[in-house]
């Protein structure tokens, strides 16, 4: 087999096993202790930076075959071209980076041919993201020391690894350079077939203020802060002047600071939709959100990821949803008599002698209208319960400053755990 051949055949191969798999990305963080190392990573990106714009005005070598050839690039410095040395980068950075400068002006071409209006490339002043494909190549990631090894830069400690289950395929990176430090992406790949500890269904009421409640009787409130000093860097950024040097120094913070409140957001989204990979079957409610609290409430909501965690949910653990004209927030889970309740109403007695949080039955009754199945059989199962090891699994998931446990039980009473 020549290898042309060979290549052709594995990535075949790698094509019939991604139909059985799907992909999930992982968020490491770089630790670069010292201004050595910090500026080796910084160099990286300045190097790419001129590999993009010396291939956009070179025509002649705008060939991913050829780019691992390119060892020195022509670097515009005020009004004339100097040269300068590409060291840091590997061939696949390399190729990587120049077929994906070819498919965006192809895509630019397709797009002016079927008429529409686009701009042009222009040089690039940052270039804040590089490509790492081949998996053992371009980097390596040691579990046993918490290290990655990128190809020409050495190892780095991260921090994330832990993340990533032990049964998945890892494939390309990237790395990237964030206002607070620097990243990497990597991308797994996980068989399809679902592990899960329980075949206990559970189901998922998203709800207002942040909270969430699960069929079992446990909420989960996010309680992401409030930054005061996001609300001062704005004030301050308002009263800056156009094109001024404080602005943008402003201006980096003010990305900065968004940026933990966005991280803290998407860790706490990680860990629910984690939880919930644990059982057979999740069940929801479709937009139930919508028609209880619009206007100031809507706010909320979205500000806690509630919407995120729903799409993620939808996409990697094929839940049941339920649609949103199922009556779950306003009938009795015991007797399936109508209820007249209000939103300030949080526990629901009903005339039969049933008391529970309004969030959690309208969690039982979606597993109710689910299963079509009759409410004592439901509780006798103990699916409206949280089990020893259950429990065990919440309080390492959901281990976070920012998410608070509760449970509650049939009398309508709770306790907070954490
Ligand atoms: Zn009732």
Redesign the pocket.
Known sequence: MTKAEKIKETLFETKQRRQNQKPATYQLKLQVKTKKRKTLLNKVFTEAKWLYNHILFNEIDRNPNTANKIFEVNVKVKDHLETRPITLLGSQVKQEIVSRLIDNIIGLKEARINGNKTGTLKPKRYLNSIPLKQYGVTYKLDFSKNRVHIQKLGNFRVLGLRQIPDNCEIASAVLLRKPNGFYLHVTTYQDKVRVSDTTKPISVDFGIENKIFLSNGVSIDFEIPESQRLKRLQRKFSRTKKHSKNREKILWSLRKEYQKLSNIRKDCQNRVVGLLKHYDTVIYQNDAIKGWHEGFFGRQVQHSGIGSIKSRVSATLEPIVLSAKEPTTRE??????K?DISLSDRILI?????KAHRDWNAALNMIKKEFDMDPNHILRLGWAEVTPVEWMTYARILDSPYIRVSHHDEAGSSRIYS
């Open positions: 009795c889970f015991m007797c399936s008599s209820l009903c005339n039969c002698g049933w």
